[in-house]
């Protein structure tokens, strides 16, 4: 034929495909005449075109289109809950032998990709229900038509990675929902470009035998190697396709005139006596340490050998398109057994914090969206990085911006912060944050001499929260009566009714409170700051502006005169008169503590991060009464606005409630009984219950059980007596030893409600100062 007729011939035929490609077109087509005519053309278009590097035709909702016989590809992204590897086993693997084995598609890839911190395990074939098979035996779906081109388009080696939001990002990413370009273009000339690039700096291995005696694969080992690159191991388990492999082994073999061996192999092959799978394992690095090439070959169970031949073939058309078939190997059935194996936890999305997981690879995790409560405890030995660690992660959350020291989701519809520390451990990360007046910031010091709680402050902005205030109130006044004695007295019921009943009289305006002036403030530090905005000491509290709406409140002797008077009125009946008698003795008694009836000090309340320090009251008679006064009121209004907030439909904040060495609070039996009760109700308002402990002896055993978030570090002169101690305690599974086992110094293992997993926190030199606790080092670091 005429060159230039043929190629006209191929010009027109390009110019008909494009219309004619569509599948649903294609069906109608295929059954007219015209059909018949073309289809010559047809095939001769599909030679030229499937000789092309990999071309994408189509995106769908769980596959793409390729420039291949099969056409649709389906793929998984294997990742878990942990880290420890979980192996498609033997079981597995005859269960799709029974299968699909009968099947011309019974074939797919297994393919690793390492690229900096960003790695990831693939499964890529066409026959869906295959595929489908293996995804199930890890509770996984097929990726979507996007994340699959994204997904191919990273094997191409060309991407770079980014952390962002404590997340990890492409810095090309495809959508495919563009009006105004084709995805689909931009594919293809992204390919031609990495393709190019990769022909100059691309290195192929070629595996060409299985390693015998090789039981499992080790794919940490692998991403633990110092290499840049993707691992495409090819399966096939097609009977027709191994049959025609066998008998090219027997043809082959006649030259040399000894192939009993294949015949034998094809009879207990044809018999059912022997299971067999074709392998070729292709590994394309863009970087590469040659000495591990050793080690490589063994932790995946084959040999492999550098490789230059059809090197840009393999490049251009990628192992979707072209394998080397001179270097198919058979292999039985087992060497597919415990081949594949998920070693990633899945990344998720809005994470509290993140890190690198045992491999080097990113990893991240949010306490609320992986587990049914968002509740934690972190437990270790002294020096082992608790308070350290915690540090990082309330940090993390916060997304704090070192510069400007601006803690950029300290927000009371973001993130809001309780912060009970006993030891000062937080005090550099708070002095820090105090800087930026932007950030809303209030400190209870552990100062006797200056802690002052106004008892009689309620919050009257809303019936609900003034209510809840009310009996609050009431209950505190008992709570500290009662920590002074065993024996001490507290408020009868009759008592408690009036004791409410007088400041609803205040609150209401029916009944009058001094008018307070700031000489009348207790607290030097909170004067003196109203002084420095020019405010003399005469000036009457109710005249401060909005930034002292807590000072414009009764005090608990406006309540005290109020029960005096009524004590002595003869109009009333004798036993109301004696209620308030005996009212008016306990509430004295309370306001010569004189802890709890001076304004507060700071705005603690309405403070989107408070700390409190404790280390000067744990041993206190008050101490009870002291953290209650604030944490109880505090939570109180932190759960009103997230009920507001649910009412409203809108989103509710994350309210990070830290508790420092717990085991101090433990020691009083009411402490277990409100942690108890907070494990058990607060997650639904957004809080996040976070103790800190040495040891897990140390956390009632009801309330550890609420917990879905342990994490533990581990001392490396302490680590055997530590995980017997969790063996104890809570009796964990063998993948929670395992982890624990493989736990290095500084580096967290996160047991929660689906798995467990290792990481290690990223720690700028900065931030290393900053959280440090250790007092010699923190004194370094200040000189």
Request: hydrophobic fraction near 40%.
């Amino acid at each position: 034929m005429n060159p230039a007729l043929l190629f006209l011939i191929i010009l027109a035929g390009m110019g008909l495909y494009a219309g004619y490609k569509n599948e649903k077109a294609q069906k109608e087509v295929e059954k007219t005449l015209f059909g018949k005519v073309l289809a010559p053309l047809k095939g001769l278009f599909n030679e030229f075109y499937s000789n092309k590097g990999l071309v994408i035709d189509d995106i769908l909702n769980d596959h793409i289109l390729i420039n291949t016989p099969y056409k649709n590809l389906y793929g998984i992204k294997l990742e878990g809950n942990g880290n420890t590897p979980i192996y498609f086993d033997e079981i597995g693997v005859k269960e799709i032998f029974r299968t699909y084995q009968n099947t011309k598609d019974a074939f797919f890839w297994y393919v690793i990709l390492k690229n900096g911190y960003y790695h990831g395990q693939y499964l890529f074939g066409y026959n869906q229900n295959l595929l489908k098979s293996i995804a199930n035996k890890y509770k996984l779906t097929f990726l979507s038509g996007a994340e699959l081109a994204n997904a191919v388009l990273d094997l191409f080696l060309q991407n770079q990675y980014f952390v962002k939001d404590k997340d990890i990002h492409r810095t090309v990413s495809l959508n495919f929902n563009s009006r105004l370009e084709s995805n689909y273009q931009t594919f293809a000339k992204l390919a031609r470009e990495n393709i190019y690039q990769n022909l100059c700096h691309t290195d192929l291995y070629q595996s060409y035998k299985a390693l015998e005696g090789a039981q499992k694969t080790n794919i940490q080992n692998i991403f633990r190697m110092n290499f840049n690159g993707a691992i495409w191991t090819y399966f096939n388990l097609s009977r027709k396709s191994i049959e025609n492999h066998i008998s090219r082994l027997i043809n082959f073999a006649r030259w040399t005139g000894n192939k009993s061996h294949f015949t034998a192999l094809k009879e207990a092959y044809d018999l059912g006596d022997q299971q067999l799978v074709i392998v070729n394992s292709v590994a394309c690095f863009k970087s590469i340490d040659e000495s591990i090439i050793g080690d490589f070959g063994t932790s995946l169970k084959m040999d492999f050998i550098k490789k230059n031949i059809f090197k840009t073939k393999s490049l251009q058309k990628t192992p979707l398109k072209f394998r080397d078939s001179e270097f198919d190997f058979l292999a039985s059935a087992e060497f597919l057994g415990n081949f594949i194996a998920c070693v990633h936890k899945k990344n998720v999305k809005n994470a509290d914090f993140w890190g690198y997981d045992k491999n080097g690879g990113f990893i991240n995790y949010s306490f609320a969206a992986e587990n049914h409560n968002p509740h934690a405890v972190i437990v270790a030995d002294p020096g082992a990085g608790k308070s350290f660690t915690l540090q990082k992660i309330i940090s993390s959350m916060l997304d704090i911006d070192y510069k400007t020291r601006k803690a950029r989701n300290l927000n009371k519809d973001k993130v809001i912060v309780r912060y009970y520390d006993i030891g000062f451990s937080s005090r550099r990360l708070i002095d820090f944050l105090k800087e930026n007046g932007e950030n809303s910031i209030a400190r209870v010091e552990s100062d006797l001499s200056n802690f002052s709680y106004n008892i009689v402050n309620l919050d009257d902005s809303g019936k609900e929260t003034y209510e809840a205030d009310l009996i609050f109130s009431a209950d505190l006044i008992n709570l500290i009566l009662s920590s002074q004695s065993a024996n001490a007295e507290t408020m009868t019921i009759g008592e408690m009714s009036l004791y409410q009943d007088i400041l609803r009289l205040i609150y209401e305006g029916k009944a009058e409170y001094q008018d307070y002036r700031v000489r009348d403030i207790k607290n030097q530090n909170l004067k003196d700051k109203i002084l420095k905005r020019g405010f003399s000491a005469n000036e009457y509290l109710k005249n401060l502006g909005d930034e002292f709406e807590f000072l414009k409140k009764p005090l608990l002797i406006d309540v005290i005169k109020y029960a005096k008077i009524q004590s002595e009125n003869q109009q009333i009946p004798d036993d109301i008169r004696e209620n308030f008698q005996g009212l008016h003795k306990k509430l004295v008694d309370v306001d010569k503590l004189n802890l709890f009836s001076n304004f507060d000090t700071e705005d603690t309340v309405n403070a989107n991060f408070l700390s409190m320090e404790l280390n000067n009251f744990k041993e206190n008679s008050l101490f009870v009464p002291i953290f209650v006064s604030t944490f109880q009121k505090t939570y109180l209004k932190d759960r009103s606005y997230a009920v507001m907030r649910m009412y409203q439909g809108l989103s509710v904040s994350k309210k990070v409630y830290v508790v420092e060495e717990i085991a101090n609070y433990f020691r009083v039996p009411y402490f277990e009984i409100m942690f108890d009760k907070l494990a058990l109700e607060a997650r639904k308002y957004g809080v996040h219950f976070i103790s800190i402990a040495q040891k897990l002896v140390h956390i009632p055993e009801r309330i550890i059980g609420n917990i879905d978030t342990r994490i533990f570090l581990l001392a490396p002169d302490k680590k055997r007596e530590f995980i017997d101690e969790v063996k104890k305690i809570l009796n964990p599974g063998q993948n929670v030893i395992d982890r624990l086992e493989d736990t290095d110094e500084y580096e967290l293992c996160v047991w929660y409600s689906r798995g467990v997993f290792n990481l290690k926190l990223p720690v700028s030199k900065f931030e290393e100062k900053l959280f440090n606790t250790d007092p010699t080092k923190v004194a370094k670091a200040e000189e």
